[in-house]
Nanobody, 120 residues
Framework: QVQLVESGGGLVQAGGSLRLSCAAS????????MGWYRQGPGEQRELVAV???????NYADSVKGRFTISRDNAKNTVYLQMNSLKPEDTAVYYC??????????????WGQGTQVTVSS
């Protein structure tokens, strides 16, 4: 079994910054992509940013230039630095990891979610 534990959410004023962290632990052979998704009230879950095992990032257009995703492969941890936050960034943020638990078996795992609230 694999667990993803997130931290770093909270309440911040518009224009402020937050840094989210997500650490994976358990039966891990290797981790492919790691990413962050978010779900606002009454909305569907959407991709925020994803990073490959080699460190190549991709971002949703709405966060480009403001958010930065990074990872530490030695710690099985992914980060999301969020700057210039806007009220529309308010959502529950979920960590995702595509984990090989054996050389032949891969599946997606999710964190429990962390609330980010941006006040205007």
């Amino acid at each position: 079994q694999v667990q993803l534990v997130e931290s770093g959410g909270g309440l911040v004023q518009a224009g402020g910054s937050l840094r989210l962290s997500c650490a994976a632990s358990g039966r891990i052979f290797s981790i492919n992509d790691m990413g962050w998704y978010r779900q606002g009230p009454g909305e569907q879950r959407e991709l925020v940013a994803v990073i490959t095992s080699g460190g190549s990032p991709n971002y949703a257009d709405s966060v480009k230039g403001r958010f930065t995703i990074s990872r530490d492969n030695a710690k099985n941890t992914v980060y999301l630095q969020m700057n210039s936050l806007k009220p529309e960034d308010t959502a529950v943020y979920y960590c995702n990891a595509r984990v090989k638990t054996t050389p032949l078996f891969t599946r997606d795992y999710w964190g429990q979610g962390t609330q980010v609230t941006v006040s205007s």
